[in-house]
């Protein structure tokens, strides 16, 4: 048996691991126009585990991308609270990672391995030679190594995102937060995407909060799902759809899971409670 870090005991060690990494409690957040100020979401709760793929599943304008922001530190709660690993978030830090959409936040006058490296550098939580060594590591993960020293301009769209998701790796953060990072993709590369991003998960184990407003795509990359309310945002259920992955597009039984989350998405019925649960692997639903 291995023995314990030192200052844990065997069991405050369990109740470490056992602990959720992110809780959000009955959160509410609210941004203001020129008229008015608008609820974006209204007393959302989740919690999310170590090495979790939870994804923020709703239609436009559900306030998933506020949400995400928020766990950023990007947005104050109006109420209600973000706590990570007990503590609460009260801005940005190096460990929340993001990686949006646009692909063309890369610096293009920066290398591929440049990019990587260069929040490394600026964090000053490496020097020189262990940040290139770091970088060249996770672009050799999202299979880049071979394109370090060429420039963003001559990329994919695809090779771009997955620059981001190496440079957001490199970080090492708590917690990599996606926010619809495949939607600017042709469907073919966002599949692919799909598919390396869950391979890399499988290497790495890293913690996923990922925000999508796809039924497809959540049922692939998530193994937990938050169903997110039309604006403004509400909780109606918590999917666990662990048993899919892309080999499971077009089943009988996938589908079947993608009508009765679209029905839960979009029906005339009230909110459920945040704990309502369904778990397509039995296909049972509880509230």
């Not at 209600?80 to 063309?104: H, N, S, T």
Request: aromatic residues 6%; neutral net charge.
């Amino acid at each position: 048996m291995t023995a314990p870090l030192p200052g844990h005991t065997a069991s405050n060690l369990s109740h470490v691991d056992s602990a959720p990494l992110l809780h959000v409690d009955h959160l509410s957040l609210e941004y203001r126009t020129a008229q008015r100020v608008v609820r974006a979401t209204h007393q959302v709760s989740f919690e999310v585990d170590r090495a979790d793929r939870f994804v923020l599943l709703g239609p436009s304008g559900c306030g998933k991308s506020t949400l995400l922001k928020a766990v950023a530190g990007f947005i104050d709660p109006s109420e209600g609270q973000i706590l990570l690993e007990g503590a609460p978030v009260k801005g940005p830090g190096p460990d929340r990672i993001v990686v949006f959409q646009e692909f063309d936040q890369l610096p293009p006058w920066m290398t591929v391995k440049q990019n990587v490296m260069f929040p490394l550098r600026v964090s000053g939580s490496l020097n020189r030679a262990d940040a290139e060594e770091r970088a060249m590591h996770y672009l050799n993960k999202v299979g880049l190594r071979a394109f370090a020293d060429a420039y963003p301009h001559t990329l994919s769209g695809g090779m771009k995102a997955r620059v981001s998701i190496a440079r957001a790796l490199a970080m090492q953060p708590k917690i990599l937060l996606m926010d619809e990072p495949f939607a600017a993709l042709d469907a073919l590369t966002r599949r692919k995407m799909q598919e390396e991003l869950l391979l890399l998960w499988e290497e790495v184990r890293f913690t996923l909060l990922f925000v999508t407003h796809s039924i497809e795509e959540a049922l692939v990359v998530g193994n937990r799902i938050l169903l997110l309310s039309p604006h403004p945002g509400r909780v109606r259920a918590e999917v666990h759809s662990h048993q899919y992955d892309l080999t499971s597009l077009g089943g009988a039984g996938f589908q079947a899971s993608a009508q009765r989350i679209h029905r839960l998405l979009f029906d005339e019925a009230p909110v459920q409670t945040p704990s309502a649960q369904i778990d397509f692997s039995d296909i049972r639903i509880a509230y």
